[in-house]
């Protein structure tokens, strides 16, 4: 089937030790975002990559880096993460036309101590 | 910038009853999207709302989009177990997606 697959679903880092999550795509969708989502909150997005034209949120902080080296996979790499960085970070995809669904994958909920 | 809000943030059920939450916003939206996140999930897509007025039904679903489309409904009818979740709102513009806060619903058996 295809679907949008995020690993690993679990991650534990260190303070300030960089750490990578990966999502790959079976959909073959143009965008892919990264999301992230606090307790009890909205998801927020971080970035999205149409193609591979990258558009970083406003806030989003420089700490935060995205790679895209094929249509299916992206990568969220967070240089020195804090304790505040601690969250479930979800990876989504939409076709090229503007407006449409977009399809989550599963998140990595990351843990930072 | 554009944000929708949705109101009550928390909803609690009785099992059989029907409930709806809101969402509104200050500007004329170009669509609507409803998402449900159960817990521990991600969110999944339900619908899309693009039309002044429209109203769309799923089995015991109906989703509306207002007539000046700046709000939108969600109401389900005889609540069941199932349907603990948080419900968003958002809304698609140039390809990227706004949620709204959500509503959290928990169901009483």
């Known amino acids: 089937d295809a679907m949008v697959i995020q690993n690993p679903r679990y991650q534990v880092t260190q303070f300030g030790k960089p750490v990578t999550l990966s999502c790959s795509q079976t959909?073959?969708?143009?965008?892919m975002y990264w999301y992230q989502q606090k307790s009890s909150q909205a998801p927020k997005l971080l970035f999205h990559?149409?193609?591979?034209?990258?558009?970083n949120e406003a806030d989003t902080p420089d700490n935060f880096q995205s790679r895209r080296p094929n249509t299916s996979f992206c990568f969220l790499d967070i240089r020195s993460p804090g304790l505040g960085d601690a969250a479930m970070y979800l990876c989504?995809?939409?076709?090229?036309?503007?407006?449409?669904?977009?399809?989550f994958g599963p998140g990595t909920r990351l843990t930072v101590t | 910038g554009q944000q929708v809000m949705q109101i009550p943030q928390y909803q609690h059920v009785q099992e059989g009853e029907d409930f709806t939450t809101y969402c509104n916003s200050s500007?004329?939206?170009?669509?609507i999207q409803w998402y449900k996140q159960r817990p521990g999930g991600h969110p999944v897509f339900l619908i899309q709302?693009?039309?002044?007025?429209e109203v769309k039904k799923q089995k015991r679903l109906t989703f509306q989009f207002g007539e000046a489309k700046k709000n939108s409904s969600l109401h389900i009818t005889a609540t069941q177990t199932t349907d603990v979740g948080t419900y968003f709102c958002?809304?698609?513009?140039?390809?990227?997606?706004?949620f709204g806060a959500g509503t959290t619903v928990t169901v009483r058996a």
């Open positions: 959909l073959n969708h143009n965008v």
């Open positions: 709302l693009v039309k002044s007025g």
């Open positions: 989504a995809t939409s076709t090229r036309t503007s407006g449409r669904e977009k399809y």
């Open positions: 958002a809304y698609s513009n140039d390809y990227k997606l706004s």
């Open positions: 500007t004329t939206l170009s669509n």
């Open positions: 990559y149409y193609d591979k034209d990258f558009n």
